[in-house]
């Protein structure tokens, strides 16, 4: 590796020239030349710099692509390939945030200050801790791309700090209040999907995605598998991905009796359909929740339809995704195991299941202390304070 310095215009301007070896698979010999407008010393500490990060392994080829353009680019060919929900998400948040506040920044230049003033002006705009840490974990996910692909050397987000993580607010339904729900829900084309959903524990798109080749009903042991999920994306329309938030997403959900009889009642219901509706019908459906043409069913519609339902029941504050921690929280509390309740779940660990449903552990670690006492109340020969009486005597 060698390198020159040329005198352009006197004392005024210089020309680096840097021999960098080799192109590792065309073989063609590696150049890089710069342009210094400037004194001598100048142009002799940019030399020294890029020569050192060539020998670190650090030098990035300069170029002009901004944030917005790379998060458009990533979006594009990365993210696209995620749940349609999760692109859709990432989509927003890009366009409507990321891009405003950072686009105009040359990609090569983004610092860390940059990206930590960025979560702050969030703040300040009034999106929650827990929305800005989403925010972290899209823009540090991208820049790992842009890492990889050779294009910055580091990542700024590794270097800033996220918002401290609130708890998440969930609102599951205890069972009585289930019991009303589902009895407001009867007569309603939606009653069976809330019912599996909230015996499944199913997410959202993976429920409105579930075809009945991956439903088995008839046999001893009824089961349901998870395979793919569904979302509507704006340009797009709805797309099918295989479920894509972890490995043990693609699952298989054992179900309950109420389950079962749920989806019988939603295959008569079907059939019924199809025949009401004739030629109109898609007959290569095969959506075990489709609208009354065999179409995916859209989003957020049946969000609004089920909003209409939980204001009337008196729960306002409850959302769809609310029938899944339901279904996690009425586990539990039956003494299921967490594992179990994590398979069921499709999370990709069992601390995700632990950490959202907390508050449900520790009521069932009072539980736990209270059926001790009463063991070692009932005890012959035991009784509290035994050990401690004796001790002093």
């Not at 890029?50 to 979006?75: A, F, S």
């Not at 910055?152 to 998440?168: K, V």
């Not at 939980?310 to 899944?324: I, M, S």
Request: proline residues 5%; charged residues 25%.
């Amino acid at each position: 590796m060698s390198s020159r310095i040329i005198e352009i215009l006197k004392g005024k301007k210089y020309k680096i020239i840097i021999e960098a070896g080799k192109h590792p698979v065309t073989g063609r010999r590696k150049r890089i030349t710069r342009i210094v407008d400037g004194r001598k010393p100048k142009a002799e500490k940019l030399c020294a710099d890029i020569l050192r990060q060539l020998e670190q392994g650090t030098y990035i080829e300069p170029h002009k692509q901004t944030v917005t353009e790379y998060m458009e680019h990533w979006l594009e060919t990365y993210a696209i390939n995620l749940a349609p929900s999760t692109y859709a998400g990432y989509k927003r948040i890009v366009t409507a945030h990321i891009s405003t506040q950072l686009g105009h920044i040359p990609l090569i230049k983004l610092q860390p200050i940059q990206v930590q003033g960025y979560y702050s002006s969030r703040l300040q705009a009034g999106l929650s801790a827990t929305t800005v840490r989403q925010h972290h974990a899209i823009l540090r996910q991208a820049l790992e791309h842009a890492v990889k692909w050779q294009l910055i050397y580091r990542n700024p987000a590794d270097l800033a700090e996220a918002p401290t993580r609130a708890a998440a607010e969930i609102f599951p339904l205890e069972p009585e209040q289930l019991d009303k729900l589902l009895a407001m829900a009867t007569g309603l084309r939606d009653e069976y999907l809330y019912i599996v959903a909230a015996y499944t524990g199913m997410r959202e798109g993976e429920i409105l995605a579930l075809t009945w080749p991956d439903v088995d009903i008839d046999g001893h042991d009824p089961v349901c598998r998870v395979r793919q999920t569904v979302g509507y994306i704006n340009g797009k329309g709805f797309v099918f991905r295989p479920t894509a938030k972890s490995k043990r997403s693609r699952r298989e959900i054992p179900l309950p009796d109420i389950a079962v009889t749920a989806l019988k009642k939603q295959r008569a219901m079907i059939r019924e359909e199809k025949v009401k509706a004739g030629p109109k019908y898609d007959r290569k459906s095969a959506l075990v929740f489709p609208n009354k043409y065999g179409k995916p069913l859209d989003p957020s519609d049946m969000t609004r339809r089920f909003k209409r339902l939980v204001v009337k029941a008196g729960f306002p504050d409850v959302r769809f995704h609310d029938l899944r921690h339901t279904h996690a929280t009425l586990l539990l509390k039956a003494g299921v195991h967490p594992k179990v309740v994590q398979e069921r779940l499709g999370h990709q660990t069992i601390g995700i299941t632990m950490d959202t449903y907390t508050h449900v552990l520790r009521g069932m670690q009072r539980e736990a202390v209270d059926k001790l006492n009463e063991y070692l109340l009932k005890k012959n020969g035991h009784q509290m304070g035994t050990f401690e009486e004796k001790g002093r005597q």
